[in-house]
């Protein structure tokens, strides 16, 4: 018999592998629904599902092994990480999904969200106010006008897989919609800045490196203490702390 393997767990919803299979359990239904939506309209390799039972959507493995992960080395080839790129750019000429996802929040909204956020992490001394208000000011740039794409949403090198330099799928697709395209590269060199000129060289057009940056930087913050939270440690090696004080 098969073990089960548990590849994600929270509060809010776990993975769990199967064999050759993936069983993701979600008592949201708007995310299952969301998720199967966008790897229906997504123009890249994504799992085939295989079934759906509320709350349990269960898809098949995909080919080949993942980029890396963050805050260990990329497990990638730089011809791996620019054919990543060229999905990823693929994906974002795409027409448009009905709906906004997680990069598609408005500026306004998050400026809110990560003020809030930034007072939290000083008052309850999860990270030194320096180190926030420095971070605070770099995510600025990220908060601009941007033309709508096709975005995954939470796009981190786990999420992607390669045989060799094929992207053989892309999966988690639940925070997908219309969003900052800008946002899906961020979060996927979130890390691994080394490999940025990689993804860009597959991605095939100029980008603005400060609002990589601060996409960095705002990710980051909005991310440190959910992840404490839920019992991940964002001052691990590589991780959203480490990123933070690259910026400084």
Known sequence: MDEVKVVVAHSE??????????????????????????????????????????????????????????????????????????????????????????????????????????????TKSLLPADLVTRNRQVAQAALRPWTPAFTHGDLQIAHVFVDGDEVTGIIDWSEAGQGDALYDIATFTLGHEEHLDDVLAGYGTDIDFDVIHAWWSLQSLLAVRWLIEHGFDPFASGCEVDVLRSRV
Request: net charge positive; proline share 9%; hydrophobic share 45%.
């Open 13 to 122: 919803r776990a993975t769990l592998r199967v064999g050759d299979v993936f069983l993701k359990v979600d008592p949201d239904q708007a995310r299952i629904d969301i998720e199967v939506e966008a790897m229906s309209l997504a123009p890249v390799p994504t799992p085939k599902v295989l079934w759906r039972k509320s709350p349990v959507l269960a898809i098949a493995a995909l080919r080949g092994t993942t980029l890396g992960r963050l805050g260990g080395p990329s497990t990638g080839s730089s011809a791996a990480w620019a054919a990543a790129g060229a999905a990823i750019r693929k994906l974002h000429d795409a027409p448009l999904p009905p709906r906004p996802g997680r990069a598609g929040r408005s500026s306004q909204a998050l400026a809110a969200e990560l003020d809030d956020e930034c007072a939290l992490l000083v």
